[in-house]
């Protein structure tokens, strides 16, 4: 989120919604041992270049039986550019 209460939203380069007009927000997976916190942080820069610095749980939600009889477990988190990059 910039200083003027947007958000960044992407669109895929591969997969099923690569040829439709959709925008979402960047999403990944966690890696083993890794901290939520440092999964979004490594997952936007991965998709957009951007480094940013997390700043809190925004919410999250879970789902049973989302793939292969596994649940999914989905958080949504805030980050922000470093103060010297927003001015």
């Known amino acids: 989120m910039n200083n003027e209460g947007e958000i ?30 440092e999964a979004a942080e490594r997952e936007l820069f991965e998709e957009t270049g951007i480094k940013a610095n997390f700043e809190s749980l925004l919410c999250f939600w879970h789902v049973h039986n989302y793939l292969h009889g596994k649940g999914d477990i989905f958080f949504v988190c ?10």
């Open 8 to 37: 960044l939203v992407v669109q895929e380069r591969s997969g099923t919604t690569k040829s439709m007009n959709f925008w979402k927000m960047c999403t990944g997976q966690l890696e083993v041992g890794e901290e939520i916190s």
């Open 78 to 87: 805030l980050l922000k550019l470093p103060e010297a990059e927003q001015a």
